[in-house]
């Protein structure tokens, strides 16, 4: 027969256990806390409402209207793999709707907790939906900018310019 008496060495090691877990909970709890009031005030910025940065699904809607992209995306964000593409590409559409680079994005994506208060709180106004690539589409860049160059090795004399 088994004795089922408590020993106290299977009770120490499960508060040991509960005081790791305790342990690692307390920060993670801290950075999501962060993060979230974060993403708040970039929401509250781009005129959308603050709390819906906490509600599932519904947050990816929001930030879809913040970048300008369709509602049909949403599905996107439920497949794999693809997701993973959606995601970088809708948080570099985030940082450029608020006039940042794709280094602004690197930091999104990876130190989140860091870049999503300095977004909100920062000093960076919401510009309107991925406002770097329309300010691109208004003002192109051309490849070929007329110059003055002329080839050495021709002998047709160009013609004089005013």
């Known amino acids: 027969m088994q004795d089922y008496n408590s020993d106290s060495s299977s009770v120490d090691s499960f508060g040991a256990f509960m005081a790791i877990i305790l342990a690692m909970l307390i920060p993670i709890?801290?950075?999501s806390v962060i993060?979230?009031?974060g993403q708040w005030k970039v929401y509250s910025k781009a005129g959308k409402p603050g709390w819906a940065c906490i509600i599932p699904?519904?947050?990816i809607i929001v930030m879809l209207e913040i970048v300008g992209k369709p509602l049909w995306w949403v599905i996107l964000f439920f497949i794999p793999c693809v997701n993973i593409i959606f995601v970088i590409w809708t948080l570099n559409l985030v940082s450029k709707s608020f006039g940042q680079s794709e280094g602004f994005t690197i930091g999104l994506l990876l130190l989140g907790f860091i870049f999503w208060p300095?977004?909100?709180f920062g000093n960076y106004p919401y510009l309107?939906?991925?406002a770097a690539e329309a300010r691109n589409m208004n003002n192109p860049?051309?490849?070929f900018p007329p110059s003055n160059y002329q080839d050495p090795f021709s002998n047709n004399n160009p013609p004089p310019q005013s």
């Open 118 to 120: 300095i977004l909100g």
């Open 141 to 143: 860049v051309n490849p």
């Open 35 to 37: 993060t979230i009031i």
């Open 29 to 31: 709890i801290i950075v």
């Open 128 to 130: 309107g939906p991925s």
């Open 57 to 59: 699904i519904y947050n």
